[in-house]
């Protein structure tokens, strides 16, 4: 039983949590009131990265991405696998600039990789929400996913809305 939730809960290729762990986690957290930050991630041109160097690349990309991630949210922060090259991170307890901040170190990370692949250059676009004022998790997941694609729109590899 405890194998069957952890591979539930679990990503198998990224090793993160999963989407259904993020169902759990973040409507718990709603249901409690408990404010926090939702980081909707998507890899840029991810696409053309699969198309170009092959999918085993594309895996090991969201792998080194997720890792990156692990690492800069320091395990006080929950980070899983919405679907395909899109990311979520949940952040409690610290202030939008902060969580700001820490994304954004996690994106300036991963773009500076050196990858083996001749030409290959990964980066990502972020959308932020706020829980709170009585917004359903449907909502904070919209207004997440609206601000990830204004940064898409504003040229990738940024994060938005930027700290004012």
Request: hydrophobic share 35%; proline share 2%; glycine share 8%.
């Amino acid at each position: 039983m405890k194998e069957a939730v952890q591979a539930a809960s679990t990503d198998t290729l990224t090793k993160i949590g999963s989407r259904r762990r993020f169902e759990e986690d973040s409507l718990n957290l709603v249901r409690s009131n408990t404010p926090f930050h939702l980081a909707m991630i998507d890899l840029d041109n991810f696409k053309k990265i699969n198309d170009t160097y092959g999918h085993p690349t594309g895996d090991f990309v969201l792998q080194h991405v997720s890792k990156i991630g692990l690492e800069r949210l320091g395990g006080t922060h929950s980070i899983y696998r919405f679907g395909g090259e899109e990311l979520v991170a949940i952040f409690c307890g610290i202030t939008f600039a902060e969580c700001y901040e820490i994304v954004d170190s996690w994106r300036y990370t991963v773009s500076r990789r050196k990858w083996r692949e001749q030409n290959l250059t990964v980066t990502f676009s972020c959308g932020i929400a706020s829980s709170g004022d009585g917004k359903t998790l449907d909502e904070i997941i919209a207004s997440a996913d609206k601000s990830l694609y204004e940064a898409k729109e504003s040229g990738k590899n940024c994060i938005y809305p930027p700290l004012s």
